[in-house]
Nanobody, 122 residues
Framework: VQLQASGGGLVQAGGSLRLSCTAS????????MGWFRQAPGKERDFVAA????????YYADSVKGRFTISRDNAKNTLYLQMNSLKSEDTAVYYC????????????????WGQGTLVTVSS
């Protein structure tokens, strides 16, 4: 079972990036999936989560209105569209799967990707 995150990079403040997370080895079409991020020296923080159907999402207050989580179950892929990026969004972003509800705690997710670095320059 693998989650492969991609799409990170260097972007100027105010810019946009779209992260992708592709699952292989099993299907996560019935699983709640989410994005977390971890800045240097800080704990891993919740960013967003989405139900398997895609009709229910939950966001951290810090990204609400700027980030959009979505999924394509046919492609076994999770996305995070990030707009109006700020320097404080700089972090390694991780995708996760396996939660039983729209959880904000990392321990609720049983599967993790390797992370992709997003750097926002001011």
């Amino acid at each position: 079972v693998q989650l492969q995150a991609s799409g990170g990079g260097l972007v100027q403040a105010g810019g946009s990036l779209r992260l992708s997370c592709t699952a292989s080895g099993r299907t996560f079409s019935r699983s709640i999936m989410g994005w977390f991020r971890q800045a240097p020296g800080k704990e891993r923080d919740f960013v967003a989560a989405i139900r398997w159907s895609g009709d229910s999402t939950y966001y951290a207050d810090s990204v609400k209105g700027r980030f959009t989580i979505s999924r394509d179950n046919a492609k076994n892929t999770l996305y995070l569209q990030m707009n109006s990026l700020k320097s404080e969004d700089t972090a390694v972003y991780y995708c996760a799967a396996g939660a039983r509800y729209l959880a904000t705690e990392p321990l609720e997710y049983g599967y993790w990707g390797q992370g992709t670095l997003v750097t926002v320059s001011s």
